[in-house]
Nanobody, 125 residues
Framework: VQLQASGGGLVQAGGSLRLSCAAS????????MGWFRQAPGKEREFVAGISWRITTTYYADSVKDRFTISRDNAKNTVYLQMDNMKPEDAAVHYC???????????????????WGHGTLVTVSS
């Protein structure tokens, strides 16, 4: 299973970026998908998750009402639209797939088994 994250870059505070994560080797339509991020010197943290049925989404409090997670199962791709970005959003952002087929959506990294290499997001103030 390979996850390829893209779309990171440099953005000014208040700006927007859209991250994409394309999966291969697994039909991700049966798996929950999540976005996590890790800033230098900090632990990896949950950002957003979307259920395999696309009926449920979870967001970290820090990104609620600013970020939107979505998925296109036909393209095996999950997206993270990031609006009104803040300097504290700067981090390497990773996508991941749930280890359990048809599982319950969680925010815990240990529940995800395959991870992309990450895409760097930098926010200037």
């Amino acid at each position: 299973v390979q996850l390829q994250a893209s779309g990171g870059g440099l953005v000014q505070a208040g700006g927007s970026l859209r991250l994409s994560c394309a999966a291969s080797g697994r039909t991700t339509s049966s798996y929950n998908m999540g976005w996590f991020r890790q800033a230098p010197g900090k632990e990896r943290e949950f950002v957003a998750g979307i259920s395999w049925r696309i009926t449920t989404t979870y967001y970290a409090d820090s990104v609620k009402d600013r970020f939107t997670i979505s998925r296109d199962n036909a393209k095996n791709t999950v997206y993270l639209q990031m609006d009104n970005m803040k300097p504290e959003d700067a981090a390497v952002h990773y996508c991941a797939t749930d280890r359990t087929r048809f599982g319950i959506l969680t925010m815990t990294p240990i529940d995800y088994d395959y991870w992309g290499h990450g895409t760097l997001v930098t926010v200037s103030s």
